[in-house]
């Protein structure tokens, strides 16, 4: 019997992984002709960095259940890392943004000893230090972050490489979360996200693979905004850390459902369409409409779409991962 | 440095830190009894300014006047509000965090509409008191010889200083002396036990909840007094100050509030009179990073390391 059961679960995860393996190919397919066929590239682009954005939190926020308030540090990092280094060291994006990554990388390991500190005080902690650093980029010499003012390097870059960039940081976002899944690693977040004492005593390794997950999603964090400078051109200290950058991130996770792989990327392919669609006409009930869903998705559907399905209907965690 | 700057910069450390201290205060209320780390306390504080604004502009009410006004309106939303969002959140596996993304989203619809109504502009509040200064003392040759400099300090802020001076001793009353404020302060040290003793929980979260929303409009009200023009988005600075004062002061607890409060008043007075006006702006997040990591449990208060 229990054969049998291992049997079908093994089948039903071929289905599961065939499915989602195809549909990221067809995403592939469709999202890389855009360019060449002239076709809406900043919503495509848009739609590529927020799904990377709500993935890399999701490694994090989904896989470890902390609550990083200050996401946006580590995208304002690899903006400016990735400006800096094109328009004024002058090199190539193709080394300034694995740099910003690595800048990424490097802040979230000066900021790991927070992970110590309990839910709150971690959100508040990590809210903080997301706005010191955009003090510091608004407050650095002009010459190096260009001041208040910011930087502008659309003369250096050009849109279409971007796209692409941003086309294989997502593949890449998604197949990590995919393997996190699988993984030992991923299994370690789950158990410690759930109960770490237990997870501690079955002698997982709760520091070092929270720290893992933590950087993960820093790196993740902080290639969408250096690509992001790329593919814009130009960028300033209030809008690379703006707060509603991590509102936004933490939406879309949400609303799909944070610690599904899926999750993350229905949410943020809904929401995003209808931000451009319709939202983008009234600023101002854009942020009104953004805090309401938040409000919403805590008290009525605080697992999100994928979740909630996956609880109203067990036999779908036969098809979604 | 003046002698003259070096009394101004302690005045405002004064009437600040009383500010602060009060929203501490409220903050705590919240933290303690309902476990909320209200992100949106900012901007219900902005709307108490505004709510002065509103009422002086509109009907030439004077601010003083839209004092208890406003602290019963606040109430009354508050109360509101509690059973609106509060209830539901019980249920979620992590209501500190749940509430604090929930007030994220609370404070965002409040910026939106806030900015909606009174668009983004910064409004000044145009009212003085007669007179606008009063002159505290004169230092001789403060400015060399023979140029006297005298210290003033606007009228505004003492009115602001006495309100809040008696409002603090008013809540240290109702928390100390009172069986509402007992069974608040109950409810900070152990929330179970007092049910067990016969006290609605709900009525009397509910109870805290306006309270804090009350004392946040009051905030408002007052501040919209003592600084110059009051920012729909300056919510977050307030926010943030709040919690450097909670931190500092530890969770739950309101006296630690208080002195919290004026320290971080002096801190931020004389940093920005010492230091450049950028390293200035980052103090209050530095100290909370600072007090967080070395001293987590505050003056007062309890263990936060997971």
Request: glycine letters at 10%.
């Amino acid at each position: 019997m229990s054969s049998l059961t291992s049997m079908d679960e093994a089948k039903a995860s071929r289905i599961r992984h065939t499915l989602w393996f195809g549909l990221i190919g067809v995403v592939v397919l469709w999202f890389g002709s855009i360019p060449i066929l002239d076709g809406n590239q900043s919503l495509y682009f848009s739609l590529m960095l927020w799904v990377t954005m709500a993935t890399s939190f999701n490694i994090i926020a989904g896989f470890t259940g902390y609550m990083p308030f200050g996401f946006v540090a580590f995208y304002g990092m690899g903006t400016y890392t990735a400006a800096i280094l094109v328009s004024i060291v002058k090199v190539s994006p193709y080394i300034a943004i694995p740099a910003s990554g690595l800048a990424g990388v490097l802040i979230a390991l000066l900021f790991a000893p927070t992970l110590r500190l309990g839910g709150i005080y971690f959100a508040i902690v990590s809210l903080s230090l997301a706005v010191i650093l955009q003090r510091i980029m608004g407050l650095a010499p002009e010459d190096i972050t260009g001041g208040s003012g910011g930087l502008n390097l659309g003369q250096h870059t050009v849109r279409e490489q971007g796209f692409y960039a941003m086309l294989i940081v997502l593949v890449a976002a998604l197949a990590t979360v995919t393997w996190l899944t699988r993984s030992r690693l991923g299994k370690a977040l789950r158990a410690i996200r759930d109960d770490a004492q237990a997870a501690d005593a079955m002698g997982i390794n709760v520091q070092r693979s929270r720290l893992y997950a933590w950087l993960l999603s820093a790196l993740f964090a902080s290639l969408c905004g250096g690509i992001q400078a790329w593919f814009t051109g130009a960028l300033d200290p209030v809008t690379a850390f703006d707060v509603l950058i991590t509102a936004k991130t933490v939406i879309y996770a949400m609303a799909g459902g944070l610690g599904t792989v899926t999750g993350p990327v229905i949410g943020t392919v809904i929401l995003v369409w209808v931000d451009e669609l319709i939202w983008r006409q009234f600023p101002v009930l854009n942020s009104f409409l953004l805090g309401l869903i938040i409000a919403l998705l805590i008290l009525f559907m605080p697992r999100g779409i994928i979740g909630t399905l996956m609880q109203k209907y067990p036999r779908c965690r036969r098809l979604i991962m | 440095m003046s002698e003259v700057l070096v009394w101004n910069a302690m005045i405002g450390g004064i009437v600040f830190g009383m500010v602060y201290a009060l929203i501490g205060c409220s903050l705590n209320v919240l933290a303690g009894v309902l476990r909320v780390i209200n992100f949106a306390h900012g901007e219900f504080i902005i709307a108490g300014s505004f709510f002065a604004y509103a009422l002086f502009t509109g009907l030439g009410l004077h601010p003083l006047l839209s004092l208890p006004i406003c602290a019963v309106a606040f109430f009354v939303a508050g109360r509101g509000l509690y059973y609106l969002l509060v209830p539901r959140l019980a249920r979620s596996d992590e209501p500190e965090t749940s509430s604090f993304l929930l007030m994220f989203g609370v404070s965002l619809m409040l910026i939106a509409a806030m900015t909606w109504i009174f668009e983004a502009d910064i409004r000044p509040l145009n009212f003085t008191f007669d007179p606008i200064n009063v002159t505290l003392f004169t230092i001789e040759n403060a400015y060399g010889e023979g140029r006297h400099g005298r210290v003033l300090i606007p009228t505004a802020r003492i009115v602001a200083l006495v309100i809040n001076l008696f409002i603090i001793v008013g809540l240290t009353w109702y928390f100390y002396r009172t069986l509402p404020g007992k069974a608040l302060r109950a409810a900070t040290m152990n929330r179970e036990a007092i049910q067990i003793v016969g006290i609605n929980i709900h009525r009397l979260s509910s109870m805290a909840f306006g309270l804090a929303t009350s004392l946040a409009g009051i905030t408002g009200v007052l501040l919209a007094l003592v600084i110059p023009s009051i920012d729909p988005n300056g919510g977050a600075d307030i926010a943030l100050i709040g919690f450097v004062v909670i931190v500092l002061g530890g969770l739950g607890h309101p006296v630690g509030a208080l002195f919290a409060g004026i320290i971080f008043g002096f801190v931020e007075q004389f940093s920005n009179l010492m230091l450049p006006q950028a390293a200035a702006q980052m103090v209050g997040f530095i100290i909370l990073v600072a007090v967080i990591f070395l001293k987590p449990s505050g003056l007062f208060g309890r263990s936060v390391l997971r």
